[in-house]
């Protein structure tokens, strides 16, 4: 996970720690006891982007999210509970908390963006798709341990590299959401959809 003399790991850990907000929310959302649950991708990266660019900590961050995964019940009203009982407990959060079941994506994602995808079958096969190398990150604390899911590393969200994650995304996707990154994260290296 962590590549090169740098320890990727502590450092995140640490920065994450100064993000008060996304902290908390990765150091108390175990008292839900949601199935698979991490706090992972944009808000992570996000941060640290911030850091290295002289920002607060929160500029530019949407939203934080928040995802778990239970294929017990794929039902829209079953997430919807989760949603209300997760948005309940972080009701004072200055940023907007995205939830999502990740065992239910397939039943929505194509009509979201044109293509079906297969069921994931569990929470790290979800991580795995995340449209760039940098934001495929998820945190969790388990027991007092913060648990980091990384499965391209930490390098390219350290050094500031935008690399797609051909997955599962299209280079629409791709390039959408970097224009909007490139514009609030100004030292970011994008690299081309066909590089």
Not at 4 to 11: A, D, L, P, T, V
Not at 15 to 21: A, D, F, G, Q, V
Not at 167 to 187: D, F, G, H, P, V
């Amino acid at each position: 996970m962590c590549i090169g003399s740098r320890n990727y790991k502590e450092e995140l850990i640490s920065l994450l720690k100064s993000n008060t907000i996304v902290w908390e929310i990765i150091t108390s959302a175990g008292e839900l006891k949601l199935p698979g649950w991490h706090v992972a991708a944009g808000c992570i990266a996000q941060t640290v982007w911030n850091y290295l660019h002289g920002y607060e900590f929160l500029k530019n961050i949407n939203d934080i999210d928040f995802i778990y995964f239970d294929d017990s019940d794929l039902s829209l009203e079953a997430e919807d509970r989760i949603i209300s009982i997760v948005k309940s407990f972080y009701k004072n959060s200055p940023v907007h908390i995205d939830v999502k079941n990740q065992a239910r994506v397939h039943i929505w994602y194509e009509e979201h963006f044109g293509y079906k995808i297969k069921p994931y079958r569990n929470i790290f096969e979800a991580v795995d798709t995340f449209p760039t190398t940098a934001t495929c990150v998820a945190l969790a604390d388990k027991n007092g341990t913060i648990d980091i899911y990384a499965p391209y590393g930490l390098n390219d969200m350290f050094n500031m590299i935008v690399r797609p994650n051909k997955k599962q995304i299209t280079e629409e996707i791709y390039n959408k959401k970097t224009e909007r990154w490139k514009n609030a994260w100004q030292l970011l290296t994008i690299i081309p959809w066909n590089d």
